[in-house]
């Protein structure tokens, strides 16, 4: 079992900056790749950006490449995820999970944590 938990969500105004962190714990989680994922109210859950278990890849959707970066320590067991220039669509509860395998689907990572809200106000 890995166990996920996250933090750093808040309120912002469109154009600053957040940093989400997750932690990890349970069985050996840096040989998992890790990604973050979000759901805004009343859509579906939609993949924000994953990492390689080595941290050497990772991949990202249009809609935030080049404002959102994730990173990853495996001697802290933890992610990150660092929010630049912050819209108003980029509201939602962002979600850390892990899985065997990269995946940029939801239905393919293996753990799941409860969530962190983000709001940006405009």
């Known amino acids: 079992q890995v166990q996920l938990v996250e933090s750093g969500g808040g309120l912002v105004q469109a154009g600053g900056s957040l940093r989400l962190s997750c932690a990890a714990s349970?069985?050996?989680?840096?040989?998992?790749?890790m990604g973050w994922f979000r759901q805004a109210p009343g859509k579906e859950r939609e993949f924000v950006a994953a990492?390689?278990?080595?941290?050497?890849?990772?991949y990202y959707p249009d809609s935030v490449k080049g404002r959102f970066t994730i990173s990853r320590d495996n001697a802290k067991n933890t992610v990150y995820l660092q929010m630049n220039s912050l819209k108003p669509e980029d509201t939602g509860v962002y979600y850390c999970?892990?899985?065997?395998?990269?995946?940029?689907?939801?239905?393919?990572?293996?753990?799941w944590g409860k969530g962190t809200l983000v709001t940006v106000s405009s």
């Open positions: 990492i390689s278990w080595s941290g050497s890849s990772t």
């Open positions: 349970g069985r050996t989680v840096s040989s998992y790749a």
């Open positions: 999970a892990a899985g065997q395998f990269l995946s940029m689907d939801s239905g393919g990572m293996d753990y």
